[in-house]
């Protein structure tokens, strides 16, 4: 088990510094940020300054090494715009929101996703499962966007039970998280019951079933569990995804996420902000992606070896 998770952790610390090779290269690629700091009626001598300032006259292999050793203190620099407030402090301000509505995300489409697959496998070819695989479809085929603003005309404008938008209590995460949650729903549902039918066709169930096993636990304790992993490894993208990935959902409902963050720094073409953004969701998905590793390992222990 050490040596399974040292070797994880050897991998992912490799994967984080080609990242962060990654993000110093593009971020210069894609503009000067002296321009961006200085007017149009700067004189040479203040861009010269500036440059020296931020150490953008030195050679790449000695910026880089700059960067990566302030980056591991959490220092990017300050944001471009605004108040250049430090850009990790945005980031840090940013990122409870984030994971509050990813975890909600999260759990609702646990909650929903899970019983439906196992009981569409349960019940394959009858009615309950053809009006689940068609809610599947559905959650897979609408928009996000449009379902927010959907949700927000009823719930909100029509009948009044929820605020529009906003942040800071359980009522304003309800419609952002039920949202995002839709088509993970779907895509949950989908892929228990087809984890799920192959478990119920599998020899130890069979077995099982000879044994005279209540079929109540023969389908949520042995067949559900051996059709775990699929979900987890969904799961855990799914999570660090949803820190990031929400920038519709966050902007229709005026949620300050980092998601929101990442799209406005990219528009400002904030290299601090932008930097600090990246990163972190890189650390993100390593420790998503370290957990599922963690779970395989307690589901199947032959996965150390």
Excluded: C
């Amino acid at each position: 088990m050490t040596g399974y998770l040292i070797k994880r952790l050897v991998e992912l610390m490799v994967a984080l510094l080609i990242m962060s090779l990654l993000v110093f290269s593009l971020a210069r690629l894609t503009g000067d940020p002296v321009a961006l700091l200085l007017s149009d009626y700067a004189t040479e001598e203040e861009r010269t300054t500036l440059t020296q300032q931020l150490g953008l006259d030195k050679p790449l292999t000695e910026q880089y090494v700059i960067f990566i050793t302030a980056a591991l203190q959490g220092d990017f620099g300050n944001s471009i715009s605004g108040n250049q407030q430090p850009a990790m402090e945005l980031v840090l301000e940013r990122l409870p929101a984030s994971l509050m509505l990813a975890s909600a995300a999260m759990i609702i489409s646990l909650l929903a996703g899970v019983p439906m697959g196992v009981i569409a496998a349960a019940r394959r070819g009858s009615k309950t499962d053809i009006l689940i695989r068609v809610f599947t479809l559905l959650g897979q085929s609408i928009p996000v966007f449009w379902l927010g603003m959907v949700f927000i005309y009823f719930f909100s404008v029509q009948l009044g039970w929820l605020p529009t938008s906003g942040y800071g209590s359980l009522v304003h995460l309800i419609l952002p998280a039920t949202s995002m949650a839709l088509f993970t729903i779907a895509a949950i549902t989908r892929l228990t019951r087809v984890s799920m039918i192959d478990a119920l066709s599998s020899e130890y169930i069979k077995l099982a079933r000879i044994k005279g096993l209540p079929e109540r636990v023969i389908i949520w304790k042995h067949a559900l569990r051996n059709s775990l992993i699929p979900l987890v490894t969904y799961m855990g993208t799914f999570f660090a995804m949803m820190i990031t990935g929400a920038v519709v959902v966050e902007t229709v409902f005026s949620w300050p996420g980092i998601g929101r963050l990442a799209y406005q720094s990219i528009l400002d073409r904030d290299f601090p902000v932008m930097q600090a953004v990246v990163l972190t969701t890189t650390v993100l998905f390593m420790l998503a992606n370290f957990a599922v590793d963690l779970v395989y390992v307690w589901i199947d222990p032959r996965i150390e070896r």
